[in-house]
């Protein structure tokens, strides 16, 4: 019996698509339906969809900026893994109303729930057995304070991602049961039968051009300062480049709080508004930044995963920046071959989430 099963479907009638991944996934006592679908399916019709053709499982989704599943990526298309009965131990999902309002509370709520279930406190938990799955509305910018929330909470790591909704940044969506939501985030807490790791990959060299952001506005996520300087200003002196073109060198070089040369968290701009950059997450004031240079996303995010040996299935939280990337250099194919061996699904995030939130990474639960 198999413990993960993996389908996609790119018919556009959304019944006749949800029917697809039905036949798909035919043979497998299900017991959680994980899925990743694009805005052009209307929201409220396939999380019910959904719903009613896997009624005897849990289905939790959101919507994507991409699609992947082994050995494929894009964008247009529903992909699903059903989770075997056998394959969790343990298993227990939340939803997290009004998290942009009530972060704190709604994380509380729904801890509490997750103790009742297992009859222990979420701080004595232990991180070798148990994790847990975060997906986060990708336009809260609330994830954060979320992350900070989990983490101040519980020793357990969860792992996920922002929903998108094709770079719009209009509306993201979030599902559970038939239900949609917005201002919302899914926690699935579980205990994987046979183990789990996690892997946080980004394909950067660190360079050694430095930018100390000197005057921020958090709440918007913008650099007004570096370095004492006009953020735009600065930003092109450390590049070379002119201020009117410095955008165009953004998703190439972001930069990174660094602890060391194999762990940093990248902080991606996404726009200027006048001498100011704006960032895809908040940058602190007075922590020095690093300015990172763009390395092979597919030979950098193999290596690395091959660096944990035989897994069954894999979970992939992936920044839209790197699809965005990847589908640039015509290499969207060859980044979803990574997957071949194993039972994968994933996609284009937001940003990503693990110890934090970041960009222009790929954070992934290792199921073994």
Not at 125 to 130: A, H, N
Not at 132 to 152: A, K, Q, T
Not at 220 to 245: C, H, I, T, W
Request: proline share 2%; glycine share 6%; aromatic share 10%.
């Amino acid at each position: 019996m198999e413990n993960f099963k993996i389908a996609q479907s790119e018919i556009k009638d959304t019944a006749e698509a949800v029917k697809s991944l039905k036949e798909q996934l035919s043979g497998i006592d299900a017991c959680l339906v994980l899925y990743f679908v694009s805005t052009s399916y209307p929201p409220e019709t396939i999380c019910k969809e959904m719903a009613d053709a896997f009624a005897g499982a849990h289905t939790v989704g959101c919507t994507t900026y991409g699609e992947m599943i082994s050995r494929k990526m894009g964008q247009n298309s529903i992909v699903a893994m059903a989770w075997s009965k056998d394959s969790l131990k343990f298993f227990k999902v939340e939803v997290l109303e009004k998290v942009k309002e009530n972060n704190s509370v709604a994380v509380a709520k729904a801890f509490k729930s997750f103790e009742e279930s297992l009859g222990k406190q979420m701080k004595d938990l232990d991180p070798e057995r148990y994790a847990g799955i975060v997906i986060i509305d990708g336009v809260s910018e609330c994830e954060e304070e979320l992350n900070d929330n989990l983490g101040n909470r519980t020793n357990v790591p969860f792992v996920g991602g922002s929903a998108s909704d094709d770079f719009k940044f209009e509306c993201t969506w979030l599902f559970a049961d038939g239900k949609a939501y917005t201002n919302a985030a899914i926690l699935i807490l579980m205990e994987p039968a046979n183990g789990y790791s996690i892997l946080k990959t980004q394909s950067f060299k660190l360079t050694d051009k430095k930018l100390t952001p000197t005057k921020v506005d958090e709440r918007r996520r913008m650099v007004l300062e570096f370095n004492g300087k006009p953020a735009l200003l600065a930003y092109a002196e450390a590049l070379g480049v002119s201020a009117e073109d410095v955008a165009k060198h953004f998703i190439k070089h972001p930069v990174g709080l660094v602890l060391d040369e194999q762990n940093y968290f990248v902080r991606s701009p996404i726009s200027i508004e006048g001498t100011s950059v704006i960032f895809h997450c908040i940058v602190k004031e007075g922590l020095e930044l690093t300015i990172l240079e763009s390395a092979d996303i597919v030979s950098s995010t193999r290596s690395d995963l091959q660096k944990f040996g035989k897994i069954q299935a894999v979970v992939d939280f992936n920044c839209s920046l790197r699809f965005i990337e990847l589908n640039n250099e015509n290499r969207l194919k060859e980044y979803s071959e990574i997957f071949k061996d194993v039972s994968a699904v994933g996609f284009s995030t937001y940003g990503e989430s693990y110890i934090g939130h970041m960009n222009q990474t790929s954070t992934m639960l290792l199921l073994k």
